[in-house]
């Protein structure tokens, strides 16, 4: 079936960076974008940006561009978040989603479990 | 960028129908998707393409469209249907936006 498994949860100071990860199987990983998707404590659903896992070519949301950067590294179908200069207010959960191509499931249809980041001197 | 906007919260009693609107002049010409949200959970999609529903979703779940407002309907609510509710929309430039959110509280 399906997965979407992430790393586990991170405590970072401010102004350092953080690294998550999404390990995708059970479909193949070059027929679907990986989405990262940011919770804060009580707050909705925030869209940081997708990658293409064929190119590795990225579209973000404006306020991530510059601060993070998505990557992935498909002999092992998993897919990188990294979201630099920490501050306070990127305490979240982290999850990457995935949205289809080309073809059925264009939309998000599967979901990690989540990574909580907490930022915090 | 653009935005969706949600009212904050709906109660409804139980049987009864429960309406989410998500407002937004991108749902003039894109699709909407709608997703439940549980607490501690991931979200879990419940409509697509405005009034799409996957398989596994109950009937009671229903979607439409008109003009840039987009209305999640549930009909016969149930105590499990409380949860906070999501829309979900994009651009043709592939930047995707979700709405603010509203909680369904069943009374």
């Known amino acids: 079936q399906v997965q979407l498994v992430q790393s586990g949860a991170e405590v970072k100071i401010p102004g350092a960076s953080v690294k998550v990860s999404c390990k995708a199987s059970g479909h193949t990983f070059t027929g679907y974008y990986i989405h990262w998707v940011r919770q804060a404590p009580g707050q909705g659903l925030e869209w940081m940006g997708r990658?293409?896992?064929?190119?590795?070519?990225?579209d973000l949301a404006q306020k991530f561009q510059g601060r993070v950067t998505m990557t992935r590294d498909t002999s092992i179908t998993t897919a990188y978040l990294v979201l630099s200069r920490l501050r306070s207010d990127d305490t979240a959960v982290y999850y990457c989603?995935?949205?289809?191509?080309?073809?059925?499931?264009?939309?998000?249809?599967?979901w990690g479990q989540g990574v909580p980041v907490t930022v915090s001197s | 960028s653009y935005e969706l906007t949600q009212p904050p919260s709906v109660s409804v009693s139980p049987g009864q129908t429960a309406r989410i609107t998500c407002s937004g002049d991108?749902?003039?010409?894109?699709?909407a998707y709608w997703y439940q949200q549980k607490p501690g959970q991931a979200p879990v999609l419940v409509i697509y393409k405005d009034s799409e529903r996957p398989s596994g979703i109950p009937e009671r779940f229903s979607g439409s469209s008109s003009g840039t407002t987009v209305t999640l309907a549930i009909s016969g609510v149930q105590a499990e249907d409380e949860a906070e509710y999501y829309c979900?929309?994009?651009?043709?430039?592939?930047?995707?936006?979700f709405g603010t959110g509203t909680k369904v509280t069943v009374l």
């Open positions: 991108a749902l003039a010409e894109q699709y």
């Open positions: 990658i293409d896992p064929t190119s590795g070519g990225t």
């Open positions: 979900q929309s994009a651009d043709i430039s592939g930047i995707y936006v």
């Open positions: 989603t995935r949205w289809g191509i080309v073809g059925a499931s264009n939309y998000f249809d599967s």
